[in-house]
């Protein structure tokens, strides 16, 4: 396909005490399917003084009631808990603490709200302190790594066919179009407890990728084909692909994603320039 690219940066968040630095690229759409976007993203540097970077993807459950009301309030909760507790605690033990206080603020919500009754968010965050990354899963939105042009998922989808995988039930390859793929057995809001998956640390290196997306995105484009985008070393026309491909493919879903960029120090960001690309995907 072909179309106009501005290159652009929607945000860089860049240390300048430490050897790492990030650049940030978002994107989050209603999609040609729906008529709102229950998905929302979050990424701030906690405390205002980009020493360190916290980044969240969610995805209000579809078929629930008020799902943009739970991933609203997943991400204003991940921002005033990170806001007063990111240099306190050890990542892991506070990324755990931070889902429970997500999930009770939710389902407090739920309980006093009959119109919010039921509702739910997936919630995939990752924490960046010093030179290692955390990260935090509830659900089937997910985090990839890419380097040296390989795409790694980090995250496991919490979902029934995961589980039928694992079982021996579901072969990988039917996984993809299996018709229950999207029934969660994690998710914030809609059980009386939730157990996250917990990452990390993991080391960061400059030219590391950090992919964080809610389902919209993988149900349109393979893992390959996110590689092959990522291997370009284009962020900025990365995301712009991943958009258009997501409309021209009819997304049935919202589809939202965050790609950190991991650099060495003070990154100089050029002026914008204005190109045409040919991708065949």
């Known amino acids: 396909m072909r179309f106009p690219w501005q290159k652009k940066t929607d945000r860089a968040f860049v240390n300048s005490t430490t050897a790492i630095s990030c650049n940030i690229y978002c994107l989050s759409e209603t999609g040609p399917a729906r008529s709102s976007n229950e998905d929302r993203i979050l ?20 078929g629930h009631n ?28 506070m990324l755990k603490a931070l889902v429970q206080v997500m999930h009770h603020n939710i389902r407090t919500t739920s309980a006093n709200d009959p119109a919010c009754s039921g509702m739910g968010t997936t919630s995939t965050a990752v924490f960046i ?4 990354l955390s990260f935090a899963h509830v659900g089937d939105s997910r985090l990839y790594f890419f380097s040296n ?7 496991t989808d919490q979902t029934l066919v995961t589980q039928m995988i694992r079982e021996g039930k579901v072969k990988p390859e039917e996984a993809r179009n299996h018709d229950m793929k999207h029934v969660l057995m994690q998710a914030l809001g809609t059980a009386d407890q939730v157990s996250p998956q917990i990452g990390g640390p993991l ?7 950090y992919f964080l997306c809610s389902d919209g995105i993988y149900d349109m484009l393979s893992d390959a084909e996110l ?9 900025e026309f990365a995301m712009e692909c991943i958009k258009a491909l997501c409309f021209e493919r009819v997304a049935r879903d919202n589809f939202s994603a965050l790609l950190i960029e991991i ?12 190109k045409e690309q040919n991708i065949m995907l």
């Not at 990424?43 to 579809?62: E, I, L, R, S």
């Not at 302190?129 to 290692?132: E, L």
């Not at 080391?203 to 990728?209: A, S, T």
Request: aromatic share 10%.
């Open 43 to 62: 990424y701030f540097c906690p405390g205002q003084n980009q020493d360190a970077w916290f980044a969240m993807v969610a995805d209000g459950m579809g």
């Open 263 to 274: 650099n060495a120090g003070q990154e100089v960001i050029s002026n914008g320039v204005t």
């Open 129 to 132: 302190s010093g030179n290692t």
């Open 66 to 93: 008020a799902g943009e009301v739970a991933s609203r309030i997943a991400c204003e909760s991940a921002r005033a808990y990170m806001e007063r507790e990111y240099n306190r605690h050890e990542a892991k033990k």
């Open 149 to 155: 042009n390989e795409l790694v998922q980090c995250t």
């Open 227 to 235: 590689a092959l985008l990522f291997s370009m070393r284009r962020p």
């Open 203 to 209: 080391p960061v290196h400059p030219g590391d990728y």
